[in-house]
């Protein structure tokens, strides 16, 4: 069993920075994938960014190039850096580990980018 917890949501302006934080409750470092997903209201779930066990990372396009997905297996975290937010970056980010056959989700964090 995982438990991940996220936090670090905000309300801020659009242009403004944010970081993301997902605490797993435990190693990450033989969990094949971690990611964060996001859904505003009305819409479905769709991925943010991904980062594999191997450290490779695949992204959204609408935030290639403002996002950045790392993790810590040390810290048994992951992050999400995000950067030039835009209003429809608003929407409850969660985190997701996937491991052999398993997939696990955290509560979620809202995030309010205002114009």
């Known amino acids: 069993q995982v438990q991940l917890v996220e936090s670090g949501g905000s309300l801020v302006q659009a242009g403004e920075s944010l970081r993301l934080s997902c605490a797993a409750s435990?190693?990450?470092?033989?969990?094949?994938?971690m990611g964060w997903y996001r859904q505003a209201p009305g819409n479905q779930r769709e991925l943010v960014a991904v980062?594999?066990?191997?450290?490779?990372?695949n992204y959204a396009d609408s935030v290639k190039g403002r996002f950045t997905i790392s993790r810590d297996n040390a810290k048994n975290m992951v992050y999400l850096q995000m950067s030039s937010l835009k209003p429809e970056d608003t929407a409850v980010y969660y985190c997701?580990?996937?491991?052999?056959?398993?997939?696990?989700w955290g509560q979620g964090t809202q995030v309010t980018v205002s114009s």
């Open positions: 997701k580990a996937t491991t052999v056959g398993l997939v696990y």
């Open positions: 980062i594999t066990r191997g450290g490779n990372t």
């Open positions: 435990v190693s990450i470092f033989s969990i094949s994938a």
